[in-house]
């Protein structure tokens, strides 16, 4: 704007109609101020500093906000972003209500009635709200905004939707509790909530990134059998039983789509724990969809490794690793890769997880009797060109998968075990012919997920000796040694999201001689070493030398 904003000449009316005739932005419009303002931030604050001067109410700019602290304990953070207010306790302990309609009745007339103490009411930016908001989200624990357990009931319906509005409808303690904690897992990116009953009442955990966090908790143990009972009630579990593990499901609305909720309940000898896993299939597939590879941070000669083992046109390309290493995403990624619309994919998981186009997926339902090894026979008489298992559990079905490998079919699964030289003893372990295995066996990789240093605050930071030390490193200053120093971003972890490492084992006919013959494994991994076998703990060192993660968290992952 070419001149600065002079609204001295409003009519700005004071009694009750006309004030509830004449709201802000009818007076802006009706002065062409709307059109004015639009897009110009600074001329917005001016408006509303010169509103706040004419309404004669004090106008607090972004800063003030920052320096009071906010009373999410008489006006919870969901009810107070319902109502595009905001209450702050100053230095001298006095409440502050913000509000940036002043002439919004309604609103004033519900603060006179919520809020028993007095406060002092305050003009700002709806900008500066909505920003004091967004700074101050992490705070939406799993127990913010939720009344005391002692002065209320424990009834309440299911709650389908999780949004903030109608968390702050929810009339029951307990079930704010539960959606409020589904809601902020879900803000943070978390994989599972973890419910621990203990002496002193219920904890709650997130795991995200591979790690558990701890963000909140309650005193009594009669509330935190209320919330397990909330939580049996939703995966429609039998409530009265609390001798015996139960398993269950439930979904929940969130951001306009359905996500499917996994429930365990374990008896402890406190009570009952609960861990809930979140499945958000559509933004997992939406994720997959075009995932390729390289999106998985590995490095290049992997890569290569990997393509080549994924294009081969028959035998098994085996992933193996501790639950949760993304064996199976690195799969879906090969897939992607492969699928052409010239061949015939089938896969068959525990549960399908990610839907892929133009892909035939079959889901693990054992109640029925459609088994790992029965649904991998029928899978044969399907006419496929490529395979995916989701997870090798027996002998049965180890035997189908090499002979599916053998008879001309690309076979892609995965197996636990530590690194690419332990599957060999797996298979073994589960009567497989050692010659059928090494005939069938194209490849193996092995690989871990590192969290990476947050990227907003990332600095350097030396390792002491002793852990250098202790980590085989003698050549520090080679090394880009980088660390997260905590802050919004990353919930103040330091990490933000995750990198795969991987070592991978190519086969060849001095190996394949090796393992039918029962050589020792270490002359094994020396063979393969010399043939250019990367380890994981090797992988994960560049990673730190580029300064991408922390010896601290390579150590955690990879011994």
């Known amino acids: ?91 001298n302990q006095h409440l502050v209500l913000v509000i940036a309609d002043p002439f919004n009745l309604d609103l004033r007339s519900w603060a006179d009635e919520r809020l028993e103490a007095a406060v002092e009411l305050c003009v ?7 920003a004091f908001f967004t700074r101050h989200e992490e705070t939406l624990r799993a127990m913010d905004g939720i009344v005391s357990m002692q002065q209320t009931n424990s009834h309440g319906s299911h709650a389908e939707d999780i949004s903030l509005r109608s968390i702050s409808e929810d009339t029951s303690p307990v079930v704010r509790l539960v959606n409020s904690t589904l809601y902020d897992a879900l803000k943070a990116g978390a994989s599972d909530i973890h419910m621990e009953t203990t002496p002193g009442g219920l904890f709650i955990k997130y795991r995200i990134d591979g790690v558990l966090a701890h963000v909140g908790g309650n005193q009594g143990m009669d509330h935190a059998e209320q919330i397990i009972s909330r939580i049996k009630v939703m995966a429609e579990l039998d409530i009265a039983e609390r001798r015996v593990p ?13 996500i499917d909720i996994r429930v365990s309940i374990m008896p402890s000898i406190h009570g009952e724990d609960a861990v809930l896993r979140i499945l958000d299939k559509q933004s997992l597939s939406d994720q997959v969809v075009g995932l390729r590879l390289e999106a998985l941070g590995f490095d290049v000669p992997t890569l290569k490794a990997l393509r080549e083992l994924s294009e081969e046109p028959y035998g098994m390309l ?32 525990d549960p399908v997880e990610y839907l892929l186009p133009g892909v035939l997926q079959i889901p693990v339902n054992e109640k029925k009797g459609l088994t790992f090894a029965r649904g991998l026979r029928s899978i044969l008489r399907h006419d496929p ?16 998968a090499v002979q599916a490998a053998l008879t001309g079919h690309l076979v892609l699964t995965t197996v636990h075990a530590n690194n690419v030289f332990d599957v060999l003893g797996r298979f073994t372990h589960m009567g497989v012919d050692p010659y059928s295995l090494v005939a069938a066996l194209n490849g193996i990789v092995a690989q871990r997920l590192v969290r990476i240093s947050c990227p907003e605050c990332v600095a350097p930071a030396m390792p002491d000796a002793e852990l250098l ?27 933000k999201g995750r990198k795969a490492v991987a070592e991978v084992l190519i086969l060849d006919d001095v190996l394949r001689e090796m393992i039918v013959t029962r ?38 992952v990879v011994s």
Do not use: W
């Open 469 to 495: 030390a202790a980590s085989g490193i003698d050549d520090p200053q080679t090394f880009k040694f980088c660390a997260g120093i905590g802050c919004a971003h990353c919930r103040g972890t330091g990490f």
């Open 1 to 91: 704007m070419n001149s600065p904003l002079d609204i001295r000449h409003l009519a700005i009316p004071f009694s009750v109609a006309e004030i509830a005739a004449a709201r802000v932005r009818a007076l802006a419009r009706s002065c062409r101020l709307v059109e004015a303002l639009e897009g110009d931030e600074g001329a917005e604050h001016v408006f509303a500093l010169r509103l706040g001067v004419t309404v004669k109410l004090r106008m607090l700019g972004i800063a003030e906000m920052h320096a009071m602290e906010p009373a999410f304990d008489v006006l919870p953070y969901a009810e107070a972003l319902a109502r595009e207010c905001l209450l702050l306790r100053a230095a």
């Open 246 to 258: 139960q398993d269950g499901r439930f979904k929940v609305a969130a951001n306009g789509r359905e």
């Open 318 to 349: 085996l992933a193996t690793g501790p639950t949760g290493s993304g064996k199976t995403t690195t799969l879906y990624a090969a897939i992607n890769e492969i699928n052409n619309g010239h061949d015939k994919i089938i896969t068959i998981e």
């Open 124 to 130: 700002a930016h709806r900008g500066d709200i909505a």
């Open 519 to 556: 050589e020792p494994v270490r002359r094994i991994k020396e063979e393969a070493y010399r043939k250019g076998t990367r380890l994981l703990r090797d992988a994960g060192l560049d990673m730190v030398r580029r300064g991408e993660t922390t010896l601290q968290e390579l150590n955690r």
């Open 385 to 400: 060109d490529k395979i995916m298992v989701g997870e090798i559990r027996d002998g049965e079905t180890a035997q189908i």
